[in-house]
């Protein structure tokens, strides 16, 4: 190495010299080294589990979702930027004349404060490689973690996952405080309509109408992309005060429930109405008496 640099210009030497010896220079080009490996394995990442998915696509093997390499990606980049700012953290202390001997025997003692401090950032991101590992959720995910917290997964790192829920509200829970977890999205999705028809309603006919609408909602071009199976009449649900309640259930594509069973609640009642089929609605009757002829009939009762 001393040989190459021997042979060098002197004016090169010169050069090297002067940005070697001056700290500032140094820790700047430090800087300018991060940045670049950061960038470099961001890139890499991204292709890499680009061409892994697309591999898997052409041969029709996906046995990862493209949402799984998402998450993997993004968390890859995720443990490269902590290691990259480590490293150069260290680098820039050395540049600045720091005794890292001494810091490491000083950070030593630290640990162990840290350790017992902070026990519940050692959990989040335990519990948070160990959901990216299992493959809990993804990003894109819908997913309520302890009931309290429901949305769409925006972002995972190791000690947090971002929701964001119907209203726009961002959620950003730590990953030692999900206990339980519900992921509305994963794999398929089931689309359960309660329907409510009159008593004098011949079952069998709702049967038909439910059975026909729910096929031709799955043969629709706009729609049949997101059925796995049509909805179906499925069960006689309850008898309630004024109408029989029925389900109907369908599988569908992971996250497509929701407006699938809107869609459906539309033509449902469209086929209803055409078949003569009535949905019916709370009925009360109310009784009113009048004082007066209460007071005259006693009158009569007494005589």
Known sequence: MNQI??????????ALDVIFATPVLRVFLIFVAMFLAQKIIDA???????????????KNRLKISKKRFDTLSK??????????????S?????????????LLAGAGVAGIAFGIAGKDIIMDLYVGLMALLEDQYRVGDVITI?????????????????????DGNVHIVPHSLAR????????????????????????????????????????????KTAFI???????????DESQMTVRASGKVKPGKQWS?????????????????IDIPFPQRVIRQINEDARGATKKKSKK
């Open 5 to 14: 640099l021997a042979e060098l210009p002197d004016y090169i030497q010169q």
């Open 44 to 58: 890499l990442s991204d292709k890499y589990f680009e061409r892994a998915y697309n591999s898997q696509a052409k």
């Open 75 to 88: 968390a890859l980049r995720q443990v490269a930027s902590v290691i990259i700012w480590i490293i150069g």
């Open 90 to 102: 260290v680098a820039i202390l050395s540049a600045l004349g720091v005794n890292l001997a001494a």
């Open 146 to 166: 302890d009931q309290d917290h429901s949305g769409t997964v925006e972002e995972i790192t190791l000690r947090t996952v971002k929701l964001r829920d119907i």
């Open 180 to 223: 339980a977890i519900i992921n509305k999205t994963y794999g398929y999705s089931n689309v359960n309509v309660e329907l409510g028809v009159d008593y004098k309603t011949d079952i069998e006919k709702v049967k038909t109408v439910i059975n026909e609408t729910g096929l031709a909602m799955s043969e629709d071009e706009e729609w």
């Open 229 to 239: 199976k049509p909805i179906q009449y499925q069960t006689m649900l309850r008898f």
């Open 260 to 276: 699938v069973a809107s869609e459906f609640r539309i033509r449902i009642k469209q086929a209803f109405d055409k078949n003569n």
